[in-house]
């Protein structure tokens, strides 16, 4: 399995970019997927998943500023971010998780916990950086 990200860059607060994750290799009936973040020294965090049922969730601070989609393919992971703040600099990670039950049977937020992707696959990330 491998997946790609894309889309990272350098903004001005206020600005938007578009984030892709291209994945192959795998074809999941029940999964997660998700886009997270990374700061030196801190954890992992997630910032938006959707699941095989097509609950999407997102972290409290980038609702109603970041939509997350898939492509039909559903091997293609979208994440726009609009109304950017300096807050929002990290790498940015896409990732993928297999499940074994059906995603709707889960809890609410579990496909936004980057430690329930251990047994997934993970991209190399794509840095975003925003400026004051």
């Known amino acids: 399995v491998r997946l790609v990200e894309s889309g990272g860059g350098s903004v001005r607060s206020g600005g938007s970019l578009r984030l892709s994750c291209v994945g192959s290799g795998y074809t999941y009936s029940s999964y997660c997927m998700g886009w997270f973040r990374q700061v030196p020294g801190k954890e992992r965090e997630g910032v938006a998943s959707?699941?095989?049922?097509?609950?999407?969730r997102y972290k409290y601070s980038v609702k109603g500023r970041f939509t997350v989609s898939q492509g039909n393919a559903k091997n293609t992971l979208y994440l726009q971010m609009n109304s950017l703040t300096p807050d929002d600099t990290a790498m940015y990670y896409c990732?993928?998780?297999?499940?074994?039950?059906?995603?709707?049977?889960?809890?609410?937020?579990?496909?936004?916990?980057?430690?329930?992707?251990?047994?997934?696959?993970w991209g190399k990330g794509t840095l975003v950086t925003v400026s004051s």
């Open positions: 990732a993928a998780v297999p499940l074994g039950v059906a995603s709707a049977t889960l809890s609410d937020l579990y496909c936004l916990r980057a430690a329930n992707y251990d047994e997934g696959d």
């Open positions: 959707i699941d095989s049922d097509g609950r999407i």
